[in-house]
C-alpha cells in the first residue's frame, strides 16, 4: 500500500488518501462544521495558537484546523516534491 503524506504547517503531517476536501473557514456552514466536530471530540487543531486559515476534512470525519492557506496545501498536494512516500 503506497501511502502518501502532506505537510499542512508547522511539522504536522497528514495522509493525503484519506483527505475530502480543503475548504476556507469563512463560512457560516463550515464554522457549523468545525463546531460540531469539537463537540464530538473529532476536531485537530494544528494551528499552534494562530488563526486558521484552511479546514481539511477527512474520511475519518475528522476536521483538522491549519494555519496554511488552502490553495497551499492544495498545492502540495499536487507538487510532487511535497509528497512524501513512506513504504
Do not use: C, W
Amino acid at each position: 500500500m503506497n501511502i502518501k503524506l502532506i505537510n499542512i504547517g508547522f511539522g504536522n503531517i497528514v495522509s493525503a488518501n484519506r483527505i475530502i476536501s480543503i475548504v476556507s473557514p469563512e463560512s457560516a456552514p463550515i464554522k457549523r462544521t468545525i463546531q460540531e466536530a469539537r463537540d464530538r471530540g473529532m476536531l485537530i487543531d494544528a494551528t499552534y495558537g494562530r488563526r486558521t486559515r484552511a479546514v481539511i476534512i477527512m474520511d475519518s470525519d475528522h476536521v483538522i484546523l491549519s494555519a496554511v492557506q488552502p490553495e497551499t496545501v492544495a498545492q502540495r498536494l499536487t507538487n510532487k516534491d511535497d509528497i512524501q512516500d513512506e513504504g
